[in-house]
């Protein structure tokens, strides 16, 4: 008995269907293929929001330099009262005086002072600096306050927020604005401009415009910033240079990844180690050190120095900007920069060799 003869269009058709393990496998890679995406996204949120979350939840004063004035015995009463009230939280620093310790406030060497006075005690200020540190250091000489140390308070802002933003809320709102806007114009300014003068251009004209519209919003407008409008002009283009300018150098040195980079790095990071909502000082050790070193944390400092000081206590904030608004625009410079280096030196060694002329023939000996 023979059996049925096997066309080849047969064999062709057996072999094209998929067999039952291909039909499990395929749909599997193709829901890993979209999955995968959306998987790196959510572990992405969750990281995110750890970094935003984590200072907070952290946030415990350590190290906040105040100062104490007034006679002796009884100013190293208040001493001991104040840290016995914040372990570990305050650096007490002694000042002779009320003129010294108003200079120290006003100069940021301090967030606060308390003055000893004949009917009781001064407490100095500064709401500028940081809201929340105000609070903690009007809650701390309260409770030195209830130890008999004097029954008469009087707090004096040195340094208060606009009456239209009575909370400071404004600066830190408006600095995480800042950054997130600085980080996606950078990378358009990557995506959308090919060579280095065009992308330079590109990042001066926004750090300017950017700084214009964003002072006529918070000190025009909203009555948010107190100091001179021209320097605050002038800190917020420094901080959107550098931000977009950072932004730019990492997608030079890694494309999208970079960019990936540069906004963890200034925005996921940089905001809630920068201690805008809160102070420098309530961030989680050694944070704080590392949040100072960054954009974000010395944009805050900058801003507020000269909102509400004056300028006074900037030079370190603002040498942290600079550094990295030159060292990112070398970045973005540099590989065009070595590739007209390399053009030139051998287009310099092609005229050597056209200037010697053709090579002598030595006449040999016979």
């Given amino acids: 008995m ?43 949120q969750a990281l995110v929001a750890l970094l935003f979350s984590w200072p907070a939840a952290g946030s415990t004063p350590h190290g906040v330099p105040v100062a104490v004035a007034g006679p002796v015995g009884v100013a190293d009463a208040a001493t001991r009262s104040l840290e016995a009230a914040r372990k570990g939280a305050l650096t007490v620093t002694r000042l002779p005086d009320l003129a010294s310790a108003r200079s120290a406030v006003r100069s940021r060497r301090v967030y606060g002072a308390v003055v000893i006075e004949t009917d009781g005690l001064r407490l100095l200020v500064a709401s500028g600096a940081s809201p929340t540190v105000a609070s903690d250091l009007l809650q701390a000489v309260d409770a030195i306050q209830a130890r008999a140390l004097g029954t008469y308070l009087q707090v004096e802002d040195l340094a208060p927020n606009p009456r239209r933003d009575r909370r400071g809320q404004a600066p830190a709102a408006a600095l995480l604005a800042v950054l997130i806007t600085a980080v996606a114009a950078g990378a358009v300014v990557h995506r959308s401009f090919r060579t280095a003068r065009g992308r330079c251009a590109a990042l001066l004209c926004l750090a300017v415009l950017g700084a214009a519209g964003s002072v006529a919003v918070l000190h025009g407008m909203l009555g948010a910033l107190n100091g001179s409008a021209v320097a605050e002009a002038g800190v917020l283009a420094l901080v959107t240079l550098t931000v977009s300018g950072a932004t730019v150098a990492f997608g030079v040195v890694a494309q999208a990844p970079g960019l990936v980079l540069a906004a963890l790095l200034m925005v996921a990071l940089g905001y809630p180690v920068s201690g805008a909502s809160s102070a420098p000082e309530l961030v989680p050790a050694p944070w704080d050190a590392v949040g100072r070193l960054l954009p974000a944390g010395a944009a805050n400092t900058a801003l507020r120095d000269v909102a509400f000081f004056g300028g006074s206590g900037s030079g370190a904030s603002l040498t942290v900007l600079g550094f990295w608004s030159v060292l990112s625009l070398l970045v973005v410079v540099a590989p065009e920069a070595f590739l007209a280096f390399g053009r030139r030196a051998a287009r310099a060694a092609r005229t050597g060799r056209a200037d010697a002329g053709p090579p002598v023939a030595r006449p040999t000996n016979s």
Wanted: positive net charge; proline residues 9%.
């Fill in 2 to 44: 023979t059996g049925a003869k096997v066309l080849p269009d047969d064999v062709a058709v057996a072999a094209a269907r998929p067999s039952s393990l291909q039909r499990v496998v395929q749909p599997l890679g193709r829901r890993a293929g979209v999955l995968g995406p959306v998987l790196l996204l959510a572990l992405l």
